[in-house]
Every structure is written in structure tokens, then in C-alpha cells.
């Protein structure tokens, strides 16, 4: 299945993808937290127009296809060995 992550141009490694978490702040729960982390902890869009929906509350992002093979994943660097990926133009 083709899903949608959305990359920081020019970042660091370590922080080069879209990563979104529900944050506990201040007692009220269910806020939605960004922060830029590694590909093994991207967020994933289901759709492309969810990505580009995220992806215009960012300066400096590009947005990739990825068709992860589970079978073939390395999970020791939580990266993308054995997937398929590509530019959305």
C-alpha cells in the first residue's frame, strides 16, 4: 500500500521527517504534537491529500510516496531498506 511522509529539505538526518503524536500538556489531553525525527518514526498519510494538507503548515517540505515491504525492512536502522519510494511532483 503507497503511503504519503513529508520531508524536511535540507535538515539534518535525524530529524528530516514528519513525525505527529498526541501530547499531554497541562492536564487537557489529545493535542497533536509535531516534531522532525528519523524515517523509522515518520508519520505515514494514508492519502495524498492528507500530506499536502499537513505539508502547507511547513516551509522548506517535499513530499515522498514509500511502498514499505515488511518482509524486507531492516528494523535495526528503522529506515527504508527494502521499500519502494519516490518524489511526489
Given at each position: 500500500m503507497?503511503k504519503?511522509?513529508i520531508?524536511?529539505v535540507?535538515a539534518v538526518?535525524?530529524?528530516?521527517?514528519l513525525?505527529?503524536?498526541?501530547?499531554e500538556?497541562g492536564?487537557?489531553?489529545?493535542?497533536?504534537?509535531r516534531r522532525?525525527?528519523?524515517?523509522?518514526?515518520?508519520?505515514?498519510?494514508f492519502?495524498?491529500?492528507e500530506?499536502e494538507?499537513?505539508?502547507?503548515?511547513?516551509?522548506?517540505?517535499r513530499i515522498?510516496?514509500?511502498?514499505e515491504?515488511?518482509l524486507l525492512?531492516?528494523?535495526?536502522?528503522?529506515?527504508f531498506?527494502?521499500?519502494?519510494?519516490?518524489d511526489?511532483s
Amino acid at each position: 500500500m503507497k503511503k504519503f511522509l513529508i520531508l524536511k529539505v535540507g535538515a539534518v538526518l535525524g530529524k528530516r521527517f514528519l513525525q505527529v503524536t498526541m501530547a499531554e500538556t497541562g492536564g487537557w489531553h489529545g493535542r497533536e504534537k509535531r516534531r522532525w525525527t528519523s524515517a523509522g518514526h515518520a508519520e505515514r498519510f494514508f492519502t495524498l491529500k492528507e500530506a499536502e494538507t499537513e505539508a502547507a503548515k511547513h516551509e522548506n517540505v517535499r513530499i515522498i510516496w514509500v511502498i514499505e515491504n515488511h518482509l524486507l525492512r531492516n528494523k535495526a536502522s528503522m529506515g527504508f531498506d527494502g521499500c519502494e519510494w519516490g518524489d511526489v511532483s
